[in-house]
């Protein structure tokens, strides 16, 4: 009897995983300020680009990219000691490994994980994902 359940549990537990991306949401720069105290969306758009690389997810060397092109573009409008401060919050409280809002691949259902995204996940993804985004990401 034990043995069902636990199937029955892993089952549904992973029916329900990562097999339908969400819309794409930002929060701004998450728990951190969108800009200082006289320009208080200096670096907004450098985090609402993070956010989408994070609700779509995929490797660990596309976090790693991804957590580094914050860094330049925070560091871009003139704000590298920020910068720095937002790599290191981004290192460690990104992780897909913990079910917050704003991790690695939270546009899917906790857990995805790492891992390079499929052609179902990546149809999933042109579809939902805001314009910019999408224009942005095609090769010149």
Not at 21 to 40: E, H, R, W
């Amino acid at each position: 009897m034990k043995w069902f359940l636990l199937t029955l549990i892993s089952i549904s537990f992973y029916s329900y995983s990562a097999d339908n991306l969400k819309p794409f949401t930002s929060d701004g720069c998450s728990s951190f300020p969108n800009g200082t105290f006289q320009q208080k969306e200096l670096w907004l758009a450098c985090c609402e680009k993070h956010d989408f690389d994070y609700w779509k997810g995929g490797t660990y060397e596309e976090r790693v990219i991804s957590d580094n092109n914050l860094k330049q573009c925070v560091s871009k409008v003139g704000e590298p000691e920020v910068a720095l401060l937002m790599l290191a919050g981004v290192r460690v409280g990104g992780t897909p490994y913990l079910p917050t809002s704003f991790r690695w691949g939270y546009g899917w259902s906790y857990p995805k994980g790492y891992g390079e995204l499929t052609p179902n996940e990546l149809k999933q993804v042109e579809v939902l994902a805001p314009r910019i985004y999408i224009e942005e990401s095609k090769p010149h």
